[in-house]
Protein backbone atom coordinates (compact mmCIF):
# COMPACT_ATOMS: atom_id res chain seq x y z
CA UNK A 1 0.00 0.00 0.00
CA UNK A 2 1.32 3.36 -0.95
CA UNK A 3 0.61 6.05 1.77
CA UNK A 4 -0.30 9.39 0.14
CA UNK A 5 0.68 12.36 2.34
CA UNK A 6 -0.33 15.97 1.64
CA UNK A 7 2.23 18.54 2.64
CA UNK A 8 1.24 22.00 3.59
CA UNK A 9 2.50 25.29 5.94
CA UNK A 10 4.07 27.90 6.30
CA UNK A 11 6.55 29.85 3.58
CA UNK A 12 8.89 32.51 4.96
CA UNK A 13 10.68 30.25 7.60
CA UNK A 14 13.85 31.25 8.88
CA UNK A 15 16.79 29.06 8.01
CA UNK A 16 16.70 27.81 11.45
CA UNK A 17 12.77 26.71 11.17
CA UNK A 18 13.83 25.18 7.90
CA UNK A 19 16.32 23.13 8.62
CA UNK A 20 15.02 21.67 11.52
CA UNK A 21 11.76 21.00 9.59
CA UNK A 22 14.00 19.35 7.37
CA UNK A 23 15.35 17.26 9.43
CA UNK A 24 12.20 16.19 10.95
CA UNK A 25 10.49 15.27 7.78
CA UNK A 26 13.33 13.14 6.47
CA UNK A 27 13.76 11.79 10.04
CA UNK A 28 9.59 11.06 9.84
CA UNK A 29 9.48 9.54 5.89
CA UNK A 30 13.02 7.28 7.01
CA UNK A 31 10.51 5.47 9.48
CA UNK A 32 7.44 4.69 6.90
CA UNK A 33 7.63 0.89 5.70
CA UNK A 34 5.76 1.34 2.68
CA UNK A 35 5.80 3.34 -0.76
CA UNK A 36 4.95 7.44 -0.31
CA UNK A 37 3.09 9.94 -2.65
CA UNK A 38 3.38 13.69 -1.72
CA UNK A 39 1.06 15.97 -2.61
CA UNK A 40 2.48 19.48 -2.25
CA UNK A 41 1.48 23.35 -3.98
CA UNK A 42 5.07 23.78 -4.12
CA UNK A 43 5.29 27.17 -2.55
CA UNK A 44 8.28 28.31 -1.17
CA UNK A 45 8.84 27.16 2.70
CA UNK A 46 7.12 24.05 3.95
CA UNK A 47 5.58 22.80 0.35
CA UNK A 48 9.00 22.47 -0.36
CA UNK A 49 10.88 21.60 2.11
CA UNK A 50 8.32 18.45 2.42
CA UNK A 51 8.09 17.75 -1.57
CA UNK A 52 12.18 17.60 -1.67
CA UNK A 53 11.84 15.26 1.26
CA UNK A 54 10.21 12.68 -0.60
CA UNK A 55 11.31 13.10 -3.91
CA UNK A 56 15.40 12.32 -1.97
CA UNK A 57 13.13 9.29 -0.10
CA UNK A 58 12.30 7.57 -3.02
CA UNK A 59 8.49 8.56 -2.93
CA UNK A 60 6.39 10.28 -5.56
CA UNK A 61 5.54 13.98 -6.18
CA UNK A 62 2.42 15.08 -6.94
CA UNK A 63 1.70 19.28 -7.43
CA UNK A 64 -1.52 20.78 -7.06
CA UNK A 65 -1.36 23.95 -9.13
CA UNK A 66 -3.87 26.50 -7.65
CA UNK A 67 -4.71 28.46 -10.52
CA UNK A 68 -2.94 29.80 -13.96
CA UNK A 69 -0.93 32.25 -12.68
CA UNK A 70 0.02 30.65 -9.55
CA UNK A 71 3.68 30.67 -10.32
CA UNK A 72 4.14 34.04 -11.41
CA UNK A 73 2.42 35.09 -8.06
CA UNK A 74 5.08 33.64 -6.00
CA UNK A 75 8.69 35.47 -5.76
CA UNK A 76 10.85 35.51 -8.90
CA UNK A 77 13.59 34.16 -6.70
CA UNK A 78 11.70 31.01 -6.04
CA UNK A 79 10.61 29.90 -9.91
CA UNK A 80 13.74 27.98 -10.40
CA UNK A 81 12.52 25.59 -7.74
CA UNK A 82 9.26 25.39 -8.22
CA UNK A 83 10.56 24.63 -12.38
CA UNK A 84 12.39 21.91 -10.94
CA UNK A 85 10.00 20.50 -8.33
CA UNK A 86 7.07 20.71 -11.26
CA UNK A 87 9.37 18.99 -13.49
CA UNK A 88 9.90 15.86 -11.58
CA UNK A 89 6.30 15.54 -10.56
CA UNK A 90 4.85 12.15 -11.41
CA UNK A 91 1.58 13.82 -11.78
CA UNK A 92 0.19 17.32 -12.11
CA UNK A 93 -3.50 18.56 -10.47
CA UNK A 94 -4.38 21.97 -12.26
CA UNK A 95 -7.47 23.74 -10.80
CA UNK A 96 -9.56 25.91 -12.80
CA UNK A 97 -8.79 29.51 -11.43
CA UNK A 98 -7.09 31.99 -13.03
CA UNK A 99 -6.00 34.10 -10.28
CA UNK A 100 -4.04 33.06 -7.50
CA UNK A 101 -6.24 34.05 -4.37
CA UNK A 102 -6.79 32.89 -0.74
CA UNK A 103 -9.69 31.17 -2.06
CA UNK A 104 -7.55 29.18 -5.25
CA UNK A 105 -4.94 27.90 -2.63
CA UNK A 106 -7.66 26.46 -0.11
CA UNK A 107 -9.25 24.83 -3.09
CA UNK A 108 -6.28 23.42 -3.73
CA UNK A 109 -4.85 22.57 0.17
CA UNK A 110 -8.34 20.95 -0.21
CA UNK A 111 -8.14 19.17 -3.41
CA UNK A 112 -5.01 17.71 -1.35
CA UNK A 113 -6.84 16.54 1.28
CA UNK A 114 -9.31 14.64 -0.62
CA UNK A 115 -6.46 12.75 -2.36
CA UNK A 116 -4.24 11.95 0.72
CA UNK A 117 -4.39 9.73 3.99
CA UNK A 118 -2.77 12.77 6.14
CA UNK A 119 -1.75 15.48 6.13
CA UNK A 120 2.17 16.86 7.32
CA UNK A 121 1.42 20.31 7.96
CA UNK A 122 4.34 22.33 9.22
CA UNK A 123 2.48 24.90 11.57
CA UNK A 124 3.04 26.87 14.40
CA UNK A 125 -0.61 26.29 15.80
CA UNK A 126 -1.76 29.70 15.75
CA UNK A 127 -4.34 31.34 13.50
CA UNK A 128 -4.04 31.56 10.02
CA UNK A 129 -3.17 35.12 8.83
CA UNK A 130 -5.58 35.00 6.11
CA UNK A 131 -8.00 32.67 4.77
CA UNK A 132 -6.30 29.65 2.74
CA UNK A 133 -3.55 29.44 5.48
CA UNK A 134 -2.06 26.74 7.31
CA UNK A 135 -4.80 26.49 9.90
CA UNK A 136 -7.71 26.37 7.74
CA UNK A 137 -5.77 23.74 6.09
CA UNK A 138 -5.61 21.76 9.16
CA UNK A 139 -9.22 22.32 10.31
CA UNK A 140 -9.85 21.34 6.91
CA UNK A 141 -8.26 17.73 7.72
CA UNK A 142 -9.99 17.23 10.88
CA UNK A 143 -13.39 17.83 9.89
CA UNK A 144 -12.39 14.74 7.14
CA UNK A 145 -11.09 13.39 10.05
CA UNK A 146 -7.47 12.88 8.64
CA UNK A 147 -4.75 12.40 10.69
CA UNK A 148 -2.50 15.45 11.11
CA UNK A 149 1.06 15.45 12.32
CA UNK A 150 2.39 18.55 12.74
CA UNK A 151 6.11 19.55 12.52
CA UNK A 152 7.09 22.63 14.57
CA UNK A 153 10.01 23.30 16.70
CA UNK A 154 9.76 23.89 20.05
CA UNK A 155 9.87 27.16 21.32
CA UNK A 156 10.21 28.54 17.27
CA UNK A 157 7.88 31.88 16.34
CA UNK A 158 6.96 33.13 12.96
Same mark, same amino acid.
Given at each position: ?10 ? =?????? @? ?14 ? @???? !? ?5 ? !??DVIGARAVLDCGGQLEV ?22 ? /? /?? #???? @?? =??? @????? #? ?14 ? $????DGLPARGYGGTADVVAA??? /? ?6 ? $??? !????
Amino acid at each position: MTLRIAISGHR =NLSPAI @EQHVNADIRAALAKLD @EPVV !GLSCLAD !GADVIGARAVLDCGGQLEVVVPATKYRQALSAQHWPTYDELY /R /RA #SRIH @EL =NFV @ESTSE #SHQTASELMLDNADTL $WAVWDGLPARGYGGTADVVAAARK /RGLPIRVF $WPE !GATR
